[in-house]
């Protein structure tokens, strides 16, 4: 059974709900699994979640659009709201933003139907993750709004292992110092695996399938 961690933010109310063990992901196997299902689902939760996120962009960062990946829809609602609260330290103060998800087709390619084209063409777009660990997510929503003529403005998410993604910065609630001993790796190299260990779960942004 994994073991169940609860970490607070520094100077927030937001909790991280971690379990430690031996997980996959689509990408790499790892020591945690971080679980965002409450911050996603949750009113309160997201809206604290949203509160610590956007203030990395009231004063400087002009956003029109903001394109939720991995489920992250109520949490952007939420970012929405704080960014255009009529604030004096809300640049995009009284400003509309759109908040969006992508279709994916078969191949899993991100794909935008024509209605939605206004709210990425020429638009400022930030892309919300709920983790940005390996970055592919990341890094194809971002090549999805390029390729629809929109500008990415930035990347943010709750729990992130880099810094920048694509050379654009990634802001995040909770990084792996948080964690101490987080350890990720090429499914084709994991230590727990060589070691004869058996993968508790399948995990992803969307939730834990224990094996």
Not at 76 to 104: F, R, W
């Given at each position: 059974?994994?073991?169940?961690?609860?970490?607070?933010a520094?100077?927030?109310?937001v909790?991280l709900?971690?379990k430690?063990?031996?997980?996959?992901t689509m990408?790499?196997?790892?020591n945690?699994f971080?679980?965002?299902?409450?911050?996603?689902?949750n009113?309160?939760e997201?809206?604290?979640?949203?509160?610590?996120?956007a203030?990395?962009?009231?004063?400087k960062?002009?956003?029109?659009?903001?394109?939720?990946?991995?489920?992250?829809?109520?949490?952007?609602?939420?970012?929405?709201?704080?960014?255009?609260q009529?604030?004096?330290?809300?640049?995009?103060?009284k400003?509309?933003?759109?908040?969006l998800?992508?279709e994916?087709?078969s191949?899993g390619?991100?794909?935008?139907?024509?209605?939605?084209?206004?709210?990425?063409v020429?638009?400022n777009v930030?892309v919300?993750a709920?983790?940005?660990?390996t970055?592919?997510?990341a890094?194809?929503?971002?090549?999805?709004?390029?390729?629809?003529g929109g500008?990415?403005?930035?990347v943010?998410?709750?729990?992130?292992?880099?810094?920048?993604?694509?050379?654009h910065?990634?802001?995040?609630?909770?990084?792996?110092?948080?964690l101490g001993?987080?350890q990720?790796?090429?499914?084709?190299?994991?230590?727990?695996?060589?070691?004869?260990?058996?993968?508790?779960?399948?995990?992803?942004s969307?939730?834990?399938?224990?094996l």
């Amino acid at each position: 059974m994994a073991e169940e961690l609860i970490i607070r933010a520094e100077n927030s109310e937001v909790l991280l709900h971690v379990k430690k063990g031996h997980f996959a992901t689509m990408h790499s196997h790892t020591n945690y699994f971080v679980d965002v299902t409450t911050q996603k689902m949750n009113l309160g939760e997201a809206k604290a979640v949203a509160k610590e996120l956007a203030e990395g962009y009231r004063t400087k960062t002009i956003i029109d659009s903001i394109l939720c990946i991995d489920g992250m829809e109520v949490v952007g609602t939420c970012i929405a709201d704080e960014l255009t609260q009529d604030n004096y330290m809300n640049i995009n103060a009284k400003h509309p933003i759109y908040v969006l998800s992508p279709e994916y087709i078969s191949n899993g390619q991100m794909m935008f139907r024509d209605n939605l084209l206004p709210m990425l063409v020429g638009k400022n777009v930030l892309v919300l993750a709920a983790s940005v660990t390996t970055g592919k997510s990341a890094l194809a929503a971002m090549d999805a709004i390029n390729y629809y003529g929109g500008n990415v403005v930035g990347v943010a998410a709750i729990f992130a292992t880099v810094g920048e993604c694509d050379n654009h910065p990634v802001t995040s609630i909770f990084d792996p110092n948080d964690l101490g001993d987080y350890q990720s790796f090429k499914p084709n190299r994991c230590p727990f695996c060589s070691e004869g260990k058996k993968i508790e779960a399948l995990v992803n942004s969307y939730g834990y399938s224990a094996l």
